[in-house]
Structures are given as C-alpha cells and as structure tokens.
C-alpha cells in the first residue's frame, strides 16, 4: 500500500513540475500557434524559465501580496520575451487564450466562493 501512495505521489509531483508545464505549455503552443521548430525550442526555454521562476515563488516565504506581485512581474516579462519569439498573428492568439484561461479562472472562483 505505502509503495502504490509513493507512485501516486511521484506521479502527481512530476505532473506538477516546472518542467512537465513547460513542455505541455510548450506543446500547445507549437501547435495552436503553429510553431516553427526553432520558435518551439526559443519557447520551451522560456516557458521552463519562468516556470521554474514560479516554482521559487510558490515555495518561498514571503508574503502573498510580494508573491502577487512576484508573479506579476514575472509574467509580464514573459510575455516581453515571447513576443520576441513570436509573430503579431501568434503573440495576439496568446495573450487572446491567455485572458480567455483567466477569465475562466475568475469565474469558476466566483462560482467556488457562492458555493454553487
């Protein structure tokens, strides 16, 4: 029993790493966004970049409001690097999905909070 929580534990672990949401980050990317070889390998870097970066903040010990903003900051320069990489068509269907995803975020929140 101990040895099947352990796998289920590293299963999920590795599921959640920095570098399985890089490469699934990344992967979608190259195909919704229609990725050259030589952007996909530019964006896996920098998707594993920051999702390193994002690992740090969730494990550090600051405040949630200096995590926030942490956070922020992070994705805002991102987004500067990506749009290095990308063209205007697929820089503009990124930040489209990505504020799609947030809204969607924002909305199944409010929905967990009236407890529905």
Do not use: C
Not at 12 to 23: C, D, E, I, K, V
Not at 41 to 58: C, F, G, M, R
Not at 85 to 95: A, D, R
């Amino acid at each position: 029993m101990f040895l099947f929580l352990s796998i289920s534990v590293n299963a999920q672990n590795t599921m959640q790493s920095p570098t399985y949401r890089a490469t699934k980050l990344t992967e979608w990317m190259k195909k919704d966004l229609q990725l050259t070889d030589g952007q996909a390998s530019k964006i896996q870097d920098i998707n594993l970049k920051y999702a390193n970066k994002t690992e740090e903040v969730k494990n550090s010990t600051v405040g949630k409001r200096q995590k926030i903003q942490t956070l922020k900051n992070n994705e805002r320069a991102k987004d500067a690097e990506l749009k290095q990489v990308l063209n205007e068509t697929q820089y503009k269907t990124y930040v489209n999905k990505k504020n799609e995803l947030k809204e969607k975020v924002k909305e199944e929140e409010r929905v967990r909070k009236e407890g529905y």
